[in-house]
């Protein structure tokens, strides 16, 4: 019994895991604009989830736990914390609250990313 609770157990933990990319998958380019998801998967809940659905840039995750490196360099101190780049520099950041979760919506973050790509012309 306890053998069957420990894999229905594991198959949930592990199903409801968000995908973070290792450290080499994680280099922010260099070219355009990129938007990075730091998160950790301790707090896999507060994911945010329409990362994949901006539009005209690229998207990233990266799990400081396994990528202490890029936590400091970006200086990571909640998460999670979405930052805007553009050519490899940041242009914006926006961090999750006391409770772990980032209050800002996907528009906000869209409108960042409009306003760099608006700003080349």
């Not at 989830?49 to 200086?75: F, N, T, Y």
Request: contains cysteine; negative net charge; proline residues 3%.
């Amino acid at each position: 019994m306890k053998l069957t609770l420990s894999i229905v157990a594991s198959v949930l933990l592990l199903s409801t895991a968000v995908y973070v990319e290792t450290p080499a998958e994680a280099n922010i380019p260099n070219e355009g604009v990129c938007v990075v998801e730091f998160n950790a998967s301790f707090n896999s809940s507060n994911s945010v989830e329409w990362l994949d659905e901006l539009s005209d840039c690229k998207g990233r995750r990266v799990d400081i736990a396994s990528s202490p490196d890029m936590q400091k360099k970006h200086k990571i101190v909640v998460v999670p914390t979405v930052i805007v780049f553009s050519d490899g520099d940041e242009v914006e950041r926006f961090q999750a609250n006391i409770m772990m979760q980032l209050e800002a919506t996907q528009d906000e973050v869209q409108e960042a990313v409009d306003e760099i790509l608006m700003s080349a012309f």
